[in-house]
């Protein structure tokens, strides 16, 4: 299932729960890695690292401490719908995708300071290529608040800094359209605040 | 022209020149900003604020600023060629673009830690878009190490941070093919440095 290219945008989803049974072959791995790399970097350096991890121990031990860090995260007036969605994904969704892309960044490729602006692209070019792929994904960044642990799963150096993991797996359910706010309320003319 | 999601995704890339009499119509403005909102966000908050500069004066401050910084930035080491196109993009290939897009978040919306990992995917959005649509666009980040300036060339307010400066125009010349590493050499199997 591919298609336009903007269709696939406006279809692009957070998906929080995998059929267990379904296994996510390597090549459709491969596309959305091959659809990563495309993004721009700074300067060009391409500092993106992705560790795709299928090993049933690692996957727990990542959904884990991402139950754990999210339990201990203060509840910031979240909508409760959304709430209750992104809870029920940490508190098992999320442990049945058969695959998790754990997205860092390399210091030695790039600083700190440009990594962000050069590995979040390139997770939305994955996020994009698994939607078009008819694959559920999820952009998650919790894990990320302890950095040593994601290292200690996914077997990181030092110099890699981690910043995205992404399940992929096929959707437990279809997924619904996006809820997003209008352009006109996002978008301003010439300077913040005048009407586009 | 649009054509499928993966044709887009390997042709973009970043433009440096633009062809300064073909102006870039408010519908497809409206097409790449419509891309952007679709964007995951932490949360869902859309932290993004857009900013659609065509104004002469306030595009002159903005790539102004930027060729300042460029010059003022340390020579990390960056291949040659690359230093000379980016050197001349800054140097007045920029101030060739017709319309300049000024990304933002907004910290009422989302905090600051959370907002690199919702703004930078929706500008890959705007991207992509831009170019499913033939138009030439780039990643620029370097206008946001002076936020102050960014804020006044663009009205923000205090509560809007800069994260991203985006041209839009037709190309100059036809953009070559983007030169990126092979999934191979950034791609590892269930730990870092086993092979994928």
Chains 1, 2 share one sequence.
């Not at 999210?70 to 508190?91: C, I, K, N, S, T």
Request: hydrophobic fraction near 45%; charged fraction near 25%.
């Amino acid at each position: 299932m591919t298609d336009g290219f903007f269709e696939v945008v406006a279809r692009q989803r957070a998906c929080r729960a995998f059929d267990p049974d379904r296994e996510v072959g390597d090549d459709l791995v491969e596309r959305v890695l091959d659809a990563a790399r495309f993004a721009p970097s700074a300067e060009n350096t391409q500092p993106w690292v992705f560790i795709v991890v299928h090993d049933a121990e690692r996957r727990a031990r990542l959904t884990d401490l991402m139950a754990r860090l999210w339990a201990a995260a203060p509840d910031r007036g979240m909508d409760e719908a959304l709430h209750a969605d992104v809870g029920a994904a940490f508190g098992g969704g999320f442990a049945t995708a058969p695959v998790w892309i754990v997205v860092g960044a390399d210091d030695e490729r790039a600083p700190r300071p440009e990594q962000s602006s050069s590995i979040y692209p390139a997770v939305q070019n994955l996020l994009l290529a698994a939607t078009a792929l008819g694959l559920g994904s999820a952009m998650t960044t919790i894990a990320s608040y302890d950095p040593a642990e994601v290292r200690a799963i996914a077997g990181l150096p030092e110099s890699v800094r981690p910043y995205a993991m992404v399940p992929l797996g096929w959707p437990a359910k279809p997924l619904g359209p996006p809820r997003r706010r209008p352009v006109a309320e996002i978008a301003h003319r010439e300077a913040f605040g005048e009407s586009w």
